[in-house]
């Protein structure tokens, strides 16, 4: 984990309201791992505003880059930073998915939103090519698409308006493809709301498979306990990780989804 300060290589738009934006990282980037962050200062919000983080979607030719939609003063900010300008991040971050995948079982992936950053980065990282499923409300919520089929991936889309792919969530795409009794490994990262339901299938089915999960973060360094998450443990009870540190993927059957469900 190094603080580097890189100078923007690319910021450009890639359409359906998100932004790709590729920092020089001659440090950071030989360490990165799939899943992991980095923790970027915004420039613009003022040293005493908190970082934010963005999921690592590519790590090559000494520089990073991460994929972001604008949705609050951060992102909004982030926005404005020309080529040629600088921004400060720690990073990488995080445990990031583990490889290599265990033999004879097939990676699925399955994404949503910004999900896609991430896993498209761990199909780079991949010897065998599996199948990714990829879901949003609507087409526009669609990213990267091109990346996997690329890389020759088997894909399929679902969208909950039917404007692209199979009408429905992406639940129901991979629960149609579950129920072949393939032996498979799930590598998923989206909403809370679809990983929850991933994670109970992957039980149902008794597979292996990471989850992704994204917390609301202060330090990014394991020092602030902003990002606690409550985990199962093997003797049945249950204990507190850090989603920046000890996550933020998480085993199938080890996040406590009753957490924080009580507050809302
Ligand atoms: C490990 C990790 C990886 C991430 N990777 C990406 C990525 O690759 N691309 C991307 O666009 N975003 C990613 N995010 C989310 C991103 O960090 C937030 O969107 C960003 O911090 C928002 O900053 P803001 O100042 O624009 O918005 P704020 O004004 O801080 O918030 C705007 C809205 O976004 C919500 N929000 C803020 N942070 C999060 C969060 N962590 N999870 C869910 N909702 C949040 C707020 O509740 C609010 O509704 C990731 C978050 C984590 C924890
Ligand atoms: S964000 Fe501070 S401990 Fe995780």
New binding site residues.
Partial sequence: MQVETGIVQEHFDIGSG?RRLTLSAPTVCPQVKPGQ?IHLR?PGLGESLLR????I?RAEAGAIS???????????E?AFLPVGGYADFIGPL?NGFPLPHPENCIPVLVAGG?GV??LSLLARNMDLKGIVFVGGRTAEDLLCLEDFKEMGWALEVTTEDGSAGLKGRVTDALDAWLSKGQKAIVYACGPDGMLEAIDKRLLQHELPGWL?L????GCGVGACLA?VQRVHTEDGGTRWKR??CDG?IFAAGEIDWEFGKDAS
């Fill in positions: 998100y962050f915004v934010r983080p963005f999921s979607y991460v994929l972001y939609k604008q949705v609050g003063k951060g992102t909004r982030l995080g910004y950053a991430p992704s994204d917390k609301h973060m990002c989603c920046c933020p």
